[in-house]
C-alpha cells in the first residue's frame, strides 16, 4: 500500500532560523511528488512537483528536493508570512489520486 | 483567466439531512474534476473523480455521492449525513504541473 508520511507534524522556528521538512513515500511507479501550502480555512495551494530522484526545485525562500524514498522541502531564512502547514503528497501508478501526508504545522516567530 | 469556484464556504447541517455542495471552474473545458475531503487529524482523502460528463469514478465507499451534470459542474451530495461526513471538502482540477484546489466547504454535521 502507498503510504506518505511527513515529519515533524509541527515545527516551530525562530524568523531567519533556516531548517527542513521532511516527506517520505512508499510507492510502485512514482509519477510526481507534490508539494502544497494550507492556509487555516484554505485550501491548499500548489508549490512545486518533482518527477524524478535527484531533481531541485526552488521558489523564493523554498527549495524542495527528491531522493527515491523521501522529499525535503528547505526554508532558508523563513519570514513569519511563511507559516502554514505544507503538504506533501504522491501521484504514483495509474490511479489519478494524489495521497496525502497529514502535513506539517510551521510556526515562524519574529 | 481560468479559476475555481466552491460554495458555499461553511455548513452546518444535522444529521440525516440532505446535503448538496457545487464545484464550478471558468476559463478551460473538459477538466478532470476531483472531490477530496480533509477530516481532522488526517491528510486529504479523495472521494470522488471525473473526467467528463456523466462520468464519475469513487474512490472509497461511503454515504456520499457525485454527479457531473455539466462540463464545468461538479457536485457533492448525500440523502442523509452522518456525523463522521463532518470534515473540509475541496474540489480540485489539474491546472499545468500540479492540482489546484478551490476554497473550500467547512461542514460540521450536528
Known amino acids: 500500500e502507498d503510504q506518505v508520511t511527513q515529519s515533524p507534524e509541527a515545527l516551530r522556528l525562530q524568523e531567519g532560523e533556516s531548517s527542513s521538512l521532511n516527506c517520505s513515500y512508499t510507492v510502485s511507479g512514482l509519477r510526481g511528488l507534490f508539494w502544497y501550502r494550507q492556509d487555516p480555512g484554505k485550501g491548499p495551494e500548489f508549490l512545486f512537483t518533482?518527477?524524478?530522484a535527484g531533481e531541485e526545485k526552488e521558489k523564493e525562500r523554498l527549495k524542495a528536493t527528491l531522493t527515491k524514498k523521501e522529499s525535503f522541502l528547505h526554508i532558508t531564512a523563513p519570514k513569519p508570512e511563511d507559516s502554514a502547514t505544507y503538504l506533501c503528497?504522491?501521484?504514483?501508478?495509474?490511479?489519478?489520486?494524489?495521497?496525502f501526508g497529514k502535513g506539517t504545522s510551521l510556526l515562524v516567530t519574529p | 483567466s481560468q479559476t475555481i469556484h466552491q460554495w458555499p464556504a461553511t455548513l452546518v447541517q444535522p444529521v440525516g439531512s440532505p446535503l448538496s455542495l457545487e464545484c464550478t471552474v471558468e476559463?478551460?473545458?473538459?477538466?478532470?474534476l476531483y472531490w477530496y475531503r480533509q477530516a481532522a487529524g488526517r491528510g486529504l482523502q479523495l472521494l470522488f473523480y471525473?473526467?467528463?460528463?456523466?462520468?464519475i469514478s469513487s474512490e472509497v465507499p461511503q454515504n456520499l455521492s457525485a454527479s457531473r451534470p455539466q462540463d464545468r459542474q461538479f457536485i457533492l451530495s448525500s440523502k442523509k449525513l452522518l456525523l463522521s461526513d463532518s470534515g473540509f471538502y475541496l474540489c480540485?482540477?489539474?491546472?499545468?504541473?500540479?492540482?489546484?484546489f478551490g476554497s473550500g466547504t467547512r461542514l460540521t454535521v450536528v
Open positions: 480540485a482540477w489539474i491546472k499545468g504541473e500540479g492540482y489546484t
Open positions: 503528497a504522491v501521484q504514483a501508478g495509474s490511479g489519478y489520486a494524489l495521497n
Open positions: 518533482l518527477y524524478s
Open positions: 471525473s473526467v467528463g460528463i456523466g462520468q
Open positions: 476559463g478551460t473545458s473538459n477538466p478532470n
